[in-house]
C-alpha cells in the first residue's frame, strides 16, 4: 500500500466517523433532548449505530 493511499483511507475513515457523530449530534438536537435520553432507551438506534461503525471498521481491513 502507498503512503498516499494509507493517508487517503485514513482521511476517509475519519470523515465518515465525523459526519456521523455530526447526524447524531444533529438528530438529538432536533428533538431538543440529550442523546442519552434518545439512543440508550432503543434497541433500533443501538443497533444502527453498531452497524455503522462495524461497516467502517471493515473497510478499513479490506472489505469493500
Not at 11 to 21: D, E, I, L, P
Not at 28 to 34: E, H, K, L, N, S
Request: net charge positive; aromatic share 10%; charged share 10%.
Amino acid at each position: 500500500m502507498t503512503q498516499k493511499k494509507a493517508v487517503l483511507l485514513s482521511v476517509s475513515y475519519v470523515m465518515g466517523t465525523a459526519v456521523t457523530y455530526a447526524l447524531m449530534g444533529a438528530l438529538a438536537g432536533g428533538y431538543r433532548r440529550t442523546a442519552t435520553v434518545l439512543f440508550p432507551k432503543n434497541i433500533w438506534a443501538i443497533g444502527a449505530m453498531t452497524i455503522v461503525f462495524v461497516v467502517m471498521a471493515l473497510s478499513m481491513f479490506g472489505l469493500p
